[in-house]
């Protein structure tokens, strides 16, 4: 019986599939600009520390800033005449419905003039034109405050695109530096998710298919992680290889070499 056991042991290891995996961030992002202006802040000290909620690269929005605050004053202003010109447009309902009223009544009586009747007429007509012009002067005035607003979230979305944050990741490279001019899509800095790493590994084409099933260790040691993303078809680099990966907790230290190897326990 003492035999039997390291024999199995050795029959059982003698059937893992070993690979090797460098232990990666789960996420490495390339950031680029999407606006072109003037770097004013790119503090290379965070570089290999976790990012906050400030910002770690400023591009000057100064101009921005102050276009900002004059869009909102002007909004306010015109969405203080649209609330004036529709308790106007209220009033002007009000003395339009009268006004129809009365022309109804005195319109069929033969002791009124023609010319008090075309003077009542006129006067009607009029008050019904105001009333139309007050409603056009608002729906161009809400046309205004639409295009507004666009330019307001254009600005909004300028300004967020000058102060880069990155909450929770770290700071892996600083590509560009105070003073620098730059424009869209030049390389600002890369970052990287380290809540969670990753390991890639290509396998053998027998193991594609029950790869999931797999009992999977690692240096050594049974894990209860499974495989987390596999690839049925072979990869381009790794002739007959197909790429397989495994999200695991974040380690200490990234970039360590690890054996992998998939057991049927």
Do not use: C, W
């Not at 070993?18 to 202006?37: A, Q």
């Amino acid at each position: 019986m003492k035999l039997f056991i390291p024999i199995f042991l050795m029959l059982t290891t003698l059937h893992a599939k070993v690979y090797y995996s460098k232990v990666e961030p789960y996420e490495m992002r390339d950031i680029s600009s999407n606006i072109s202006g003037l770097v004013v802040l790119a503090d290379e000290d965070l570089v290999g520390k976790k990012l906050s909620n400030e910002p770690y690269i400023k591009i000057d929005s100064e101009i921005d800033q102050k276009d900002l605050k004059l869009l909102r004053e002007k909004l306010m202003y015109i969405k203080s005449i649209v609330e004036i010109n529709e308790a106007v447009l209220i009033n002007l309902d009000e003395s339009l419905a009268k006004k129809r009223e009365n022309y109804k009544k005195i319109e069929p009586l033969k002791f009124k003039s023609s010319v008090e009747k075309d003077r009542e007429f006129y006067d009607l007509i009029t008050s019904e034109n105001l009333y139309l012009n007050t409603r056009k002067e608002i729906q161009n005035l809400k046309i205004q405050m639409a295009d507004l607003r666009l330019r307001e979230a254009q600005l909004q979305r300028s300004i967020e695109d000058k102060n880069l944050v990155a909450k929770d990741f770290v700071l892996y490279e600083m590509l560009v530096k105070p003073g620098q001019v730059v424009g869209v899509s030049t390389p600002l800095a890369k970052v990287a998710d380290v809540s969670k790493a990753i390991l890639t590994v290509y396998l053998d084409e027998p193991d594609v298919i029950d790869a999931h099933k797999k009992v999977l260790y690692i240096d050594g040691e049974k894990t209860s992680y499974k495989i987390s993303r596999g690839l049925s078809i072979a990869d381009g680099k790794n002739i007959s290889k197909y790429m397989a990966q495994i999200v695991i907790k974040s380690p200490k230290i990234f970039s360590k070499l690890v054996k992998v190897e998939l057991r049927d326990e």
